[in-house]
């Protein structure tokens, strides 16, 4: 089963996929608000299906992960507003690119070698179609950067060898930019989980040449600056300072230098950044049925963090550092003006005395 959140707003709506159909669930009251068969057939390479929505829930993509065909539904008018195919070389070694820009432009393959962008609502291309956005490169599974300004693929080139490219949206689509796709993380594999951190640097799973599995932090077009051995998981999310891998464990590292934090026995799927969330099923195959892993606390000692995160606060202290210790305090139980302090928007000087309070422990 395929699954993937209904937009990014705070709430637990998920669409899942079988080989027949689609299905939308809003997990907190139970209500199935969608539900449609699979818009094409399956040709027999793989049943397996990827999905991706729009970022108001309005739209959703669906195609044959190995496959050819793809469609666009309208969850609101229950239809089939877009037709997708990718053509026929080699679509069964790759995953079919699918990503939503926003709440109406799709990004999508219409070769193994070129990306197109569309508005789904009113079919029209808005990318260059030129010869020379043509690469030599297996476009895979893509995703956005934070901002929205630029996407990963995690495909890969004959040898054959994995390559993370990257690519500037906007660039792209005032001309033929995407001949200038930056690579960043290769690997004996493809396809296999990645995130972004920030714009400028992305968080990847990879498998090294002598099948070593690790996890790596780079920026972009530079070799990494964090790597350590760790078995690859099914997914991964970035919650604000921390990397959460998920899979038949939830383990917990530092998004930055990759240090461990913890890990729980909590088996899940994916990920809903808009409510922070973890989906779980009874089994990874997806057999259902499905649950939440609510609003996940970081599993690490807390106390040890609260003192981490406030002397890294001490040395480079922003907005964003505060909030992070913050949440950290609440998940320790604390309440009151030390959150309220720590979360206003008020002028804070370069020292806080409540950081210097918590970092000496």
Same mark, same amino acid.
């Given at each position: 089963?395929?699954?993937?959140?209904?937009?990014?707003?705070?709430?637990?709506?998920?669409?899942?996929?079988?080989?027949?159909?689609?299905?939308?669930?809003?997990?907190?009251?139970?209500?199935?608000?969608?539900?449609?068969?699979?818009?094409?057939?399956?040709?027999?390479?793989?049943?397996?299906?990827?999905?991706?929505?729009?970022?108001?829930?309005?739209?959703?993509?669906?195609?044959?992960?190995?496959?050819?065909?793809?469609?666009?539904?309208?969850?609101?008018?229950?239809?089939?507003?877009?037709?997708?195919?990718?053509?026929?070389?080699?679509?069964?070694?790759?995953?079919?690119?699918?990503?939503?820009?926003?709440?109406?432009?799709?990004?999508?393959?219409?070769?193994?070698?070129?990306?197109?962008?569309?508005?789904?609502?009113?079919?029209?291309?808005?990318?260059? $179609? %030129?010869?020379?956005? #043509? =690469?030599?490169?297996?476009?895979?599974?893509?995703?956005?950067? &934070?901002? @929205?300004?630029? +996407? !990963?693929?995690?495909?890969?080139?004959?040898?054959?060898?994995?390559?993370?490219?990257?690519?500037?949206?906007?660039?792209?689509?005032?001309?033929?930019?995407?001949?200038?796709?930056?690579?960043?993380?290769?690997?004996?594999?493809?396809?296999?989980?990645?995130?972004?951190?920030?714009?400028?640097?992305?968080?990847?799973?990879?498998?090294?040449?002598?099948?070593?599995? $690790? %996890?790596?932090?780079? #920026? =972009?077009?530079?070799?990494?600056?964090?790597?350590?051995?760790? &078995?690859? @998981?099914?997914? +991964? !999310?970035?919650?604000?300072?921390?990397?959460?891998?998920?899979?038949?464990?939830?383990?917990?590292?530092?998004?930055?230098?990759?240090?461990?934090?913890?890990?729980?026995?909590?088996?899940?799927?994916?990920?809903?950044?808009?409510?922070?969330?973890?989906?779980?099923?009874?089994?990874?195959?997806?057999?259902?049925?499905?649950?939440?892993?609510?609003?996940?606390?970081?599993?690490?000692?807390?106390?040890?963090?609260?003192?981490?995160?406030?002397?890294?606060?001490?040395?480079?202290?922003?907005?964003?550092?505060?909030?992070?210790?913050?949440?950290?305090?609440?998940?320790?139980?604390?309440?009151?003006?030390?959150?309220?302090?720590?979360?206003?928007?008020?002028?804070?000087?370069?020292?806080?005395?409540?950081?210097?309070?918590?970092?000496?422990?």
């Amino acid at each position: 089963m395929a699954q993937t959140h209904a937009g990014t707003a705070d709430r637990p709506r998920w669409f899942f996929a079988t080989p027949r159909e689609i299905v939308g669930a809003d997990l907190e009251t139970g209500e199935t608000f969608f539900r449609h068969a699979l818009p094409f057939t399956l040709d027999g390479q793989s049943n397996a299906v990827v999905l991706t929505a729009s970022d108001d829930g309005r739209f959703l993509a669906v195609a044959q992960a190995q496959g050819r065909s793809g469609a666009v539904l309208d969850v609101h008018a229950g239809t089939v507003a877009l037709r997708l195919a990718r053509g026929d070389y080699h679509p069964e070694h790759c995953a079919y690119p699918l990503c939503f820009l926003d709440d109406r432009r799709l990004v999508h393959a219409v070769e193994w070698n070129q990306l197109a962008v569309t508005n789904v609502t009113t079919g029209e291309r808005l990318d260059p $179609r %030129l010869d020379e956005t #043509k =690469l030599d490169y297996f476009f895979g599974s893509l995703e956005r950067s &934070p901002s @929205g300004s630029k +996407l !990963a693929s995690t495909g890969w080139v004959w040898q054959p060898m994995g390559l993370i490219g990257t690519l500037d949206v906007e660039t792209w689509l005032r001309g033929p930019g995407e001949a200038a796709l930056q690579f960043s993380v290769d690997s004996d594999a493809w396809d296999l989980p990645m995130t972004w951190l920030d714009d400028e640097r992305i968080i990847a799973c990879v498998l090294d040449f002598d099948r070593t599995q $690790r %996890l790596v932090v780079s #920026k =972009l077009g530079e070799a990494p600056e964090a790597s350590i051995e760790q &078995p690859i @998981g099914a997914a +991964l !999310a970035v919650r604000r300072d921390e990397l959460l891998l998920i899979g038949e464990r939830t383990e917990a590292f530092d998004a930055h230098d990759l240090s461990r934090r913890g890990s729980l026995d909590v088996r899940c799927h994916a990920w809903h950044p808009g409510t922070q969330e973890a989906l779980s099923f009874a089994s990874l195959e997806g057999a259902g049925p499905w649950s939440l892993v609510s609003r996940p606390r970081s599993p690490v000692n807390v106390a040890e963090a609260i003192v981490s995160i406030a002397r890294r606060e001490q040395e480079n202290p922003s907005p964003q550092g505060r909030l992070v210790l913050a949440d950290a305090l609440e998940a320790a139980g604390h309440h009151g003006e030390a959150l309220d302090h720590l979360r206003s928007e008020s002028a804070h000087g370069h020292r806080c005395f409540i950081v210097d309070d918590l970092a000496s422990g």
